[in-house]
């Protein structure tokens, strides 16, 4: 990837890919946010930006989303956008989130970069080549906290796939590969895949069915919820509702039962775990209460 001359601080510098996309008529453009420290690439021109005033920011911030979306259209590529979600002084009682409305309709993935507090903090007290303010580690978990609750929930009301970038995740070999499928995978692609898949399966015996009945086990033919089971497993139990079963307030809100939510549902999954965990907890037995002969009468939720 390459890197290219940035606009300003909410958009700063943003890189390239070199695939053309020919499916999504909706360039790809995927924020990259993370708190002042977490490691994502500096911004360019920020002392200048600074000096503006807040009706100029956003102007500005706008004026160079735009850019960059249009760039998008015309060159076919996408872009990866650093910059700040939430500013927040230690002093105060609550931050300012700066995205714009222009640059939430522009995204269509935002990637945080879920940094330990204690590493930023550390960071933040060694860059020699900044003047840092001292911020405590309590109030960095503090704004990085309300910063992915924030980010989270508007991603949801503007049809923004969004992520966290765990520790799990940050290797080259692992994000690459994410931001390469972020950047071909549609809907027409997904249901491409799953058709070749079920005529691969539907071939593999001796016979080709003339009829195939598909129907949801989940409290249809079983009791149990495989979903519930799998958050109950991997979840702590001293988490809240919402993030002990996310699910529910997923397609609850503003995204329902969309391509989009399955989509963020399949995030949330890998956000909280590794391929290699995820197979063994699927893998993991039923409680002892559950009945294989449950799966054949079914119970009504």
């Not at 060159?75 to 230690?90: M, N, P, Q, R, T």
């Not at 503003?254 to 999954?269: D, E, G, H, N, V």
């Not at 039923?286 to 079914?298: D, I, L, Q, Y």
């Amino acid at each position: 990837m390459k890197s290219n001359q940035p606009c300003c601080d909410s958009v700063g510098d943003y890189t390239q890919t070199s695939l053309v996309s020919l499916e999504n008529p909706k360039p790809v453009v995927i924020g990259l946010y993370g708190l002042p420290g977490s490691g994502k690439s500096f911004l360019w021109g920020l002392e200048r930006f600074q000096s503006l005033k807040a009706e100029e920011k956003n102007e500005y911030r706008e004026r160079a989303i735009a850019k960059i979306k249009q760039d998008c259209y015309n060159s076919g590529k996408s872009a990866i956008v650093a910059g700040h979600a939430l500013f927040w002084d230690e002093e105060k009682e609550t931050g300012d989130f700066i995205c714009t409305q222009a640059d939430l309709k522009t995204y269509t993935h935002i990637l945080y970069l879920d940094v330990p507090a204690e590493k930023i903090a550390k960071y933040r007290a060694n860059d020699l080549g900044r003047c840092r303010p001292a911020v405590s580690v309590a109030h960095l978990t503090r704004w990085q906290r309300a910063e992915k609750d924030h980010l989270r929930d508007v991603c949801r009301s503007y049809d923004i796939i969004f992520m966290v970038i765990t520790p799990h995740h940050a290797s080259t070999s692992k994000l690459i590969p994410l931001i390469h499928d972020f950047r071909r995978h549609t809907e027409d692609l997904n249901t491409t895949l799953a058709e070749q898949q079920m005529d691969k399966i539907m071939s593999g015996g001796t016979e080709t069915p003339e009829t195939v009945l598909v129907f949801d086990a989940d409290k249809t033919l079983a009791p149990q919820d495989s979903g519930e089971m799998f958050w109950e497993q991997v979840s702590s139990a001293s988490a809240e509702e919402d993030e002990r079963f996310p699910l529910k307030k997923l397609f609850s809100g503003p995204l329902k039962y969309s391509y989009s939510a399955f989509r963020q549902a399949t995030i949330l999954c890998e956000e909280i775990i590794d391929e290699e965990d995820y197979n063994s907890c699927c893998g993991t037995p039923p409680p002892a209460s559950f009945s294989p002969s449950e799966w054949v009468r079914g119970r009504p939720s």
